[in-house]
């Protein structure tokens, strides 16, 4: 079986119920997320193998997001129980023309404090395919960033595929390194990137007049680069988006159909869907990149329809709307 590990933080998701705003909120519901571990997720539901590395405290809150994600068949072999503290994050849902709000508790997480020496990364990819990670990892701690290098090198030197989502969150980035600093000489080893527009400029300085303009210029700069991937939203309100999936690689761009999502029940982890779908389908359909991109999309747009940061679904639903089915009559 095809393997996928993947590398990064998990939190606690405190969510108010319904459309309550933070201010009214009695209560709050318990989940756990994370952009890299929500991938390994949907590769798992898909039928892939994956493990997820990072780094929990020793503490209950650690062990119960570490059995969370093991519910949904991720593996944790190799992620170490250490420190005191799992990070947070606030979810308030938005309603029509009111957005989602997302509120941040992260400082001094146990997966911040990490180090680099408790993960051996040629025995933790011993029978993997592919190593994801995001911009995210990087930007939480200089630690943080050498771990990611020292898997991003280990992993190309077994030869397995490497992808990441660019992810840059501006505020993350505190430390004293910069993104301009440090993410050209890891995205420089990968394969396949998530990565927007604006996301190019920030960090890499490429300006472009199109998603088209920025991948060519994005694979001319990194030799390793083969696939440049990203969604187009729509955002019409808050609870009505419409998604599309663009890919470019060397023989040009491909673009799917478009997704109209209404009602929006849950957009958190849409796009670690989409990736964890990819990966799948190009498996699924022997590297053809239209179909994988197709896939991925679907799958991304599924997410949405279900609550928590988790694509919680199977192949046939997928192929199910790729084939057309969009109507959502009762299945018995």
């Not at 701690?141 to 290098?149: E, F, G, I, L």
């Not at 419409?242 to 890919?247: C, E, H, N, V």
């Not at 949405?304 to 109507?327: K, Y």
Request: a negative charge.
């Amino acid at each position: 079986m095809r393997k996928i590990v993947t590398f990064g933080e998990i939190m606690m998701r405190l969510a108010v119920p319904g459309h309550a705003r933070f201010v009214q909120a009695e209560q709050l519901e318990v989940t756990y997320g994370g952009g890299e571990a929500n991938v390994s997720v949907a590769a798992a539901q898909l039928g892939l193998a994956a493990e997820h590395v990072t780094c929990f405290p020793d503490n209950d809150l650690g062990k119960a997001a570490r059995g969370f994600y093991q519910k949904y068949g991720v593996g944790f072999e190799n992620t170490p129980l250490r420190g005191e503290r799992l990070g947070l994050y606030f979810l308030e849902v938005g309603a029509g023309m009111r957005p989602s709000r997302i509120v941040y508790d992260r400082f001094d997480s146990a997966f911040a404090n990490l180090e680099p020496a408790w993960f051996d990364w040629k025995k933790i990819f011993q029978g993997a395919h592919w190593f994801h990670w995001t911009g995210i990892t990087p930007a939480i701690s200089a630690n943080a960033a050498s771990a990611c290098q020292e898997a991003i090198v280990t992993a190309k030197e077994m030869g397995l595929r490497v992808s990441a989502d660019v992810n840059y969150r501006r505020n993350l980035w505190r430390y004293g390194n910069t993104a301009q600093e440090v993410m050209p000489a890891l995205v420089e080893l990968c394969d396949t990137l998530v990565c927007t527009q604006g996301d190019a400029e920030d960090i890499f300085g490429i300006k472009s007049s199109s998603f088209e303009d920025m991948a060519q210029q994005m694979l001319e700069r990194f030799s390793m680069l083969n696939t440049i991937l990203a969604t187009r939203r729509d955002t019409l309100s808050a609870n009505h988006n419409r998604l599309t999936g663009l890919a470019y690689t060397h023989e040009g761009l491909l673009e799917t159909p478009t997704y109209e999502i209404n009602p929006i029940v849950d957009r958190i982890g849409g796009g670690d869907a989409f990736i964890g779908a990819y990966v799948f389908g190009l498996h699924h359909f022997d590297e053809n990149q239209a179909q994988a991109l197709h896939f991925a999309t679907v799958a991304s747009a599924l997410k949405h329809l279900v609550p928590g940061d988790f694509f919680l679904g199977n192949v046939a639903e997928v192929e199910a709307v790729m084939a057309g089915e969009t109507s959502g009559r009762l299945l018995r």
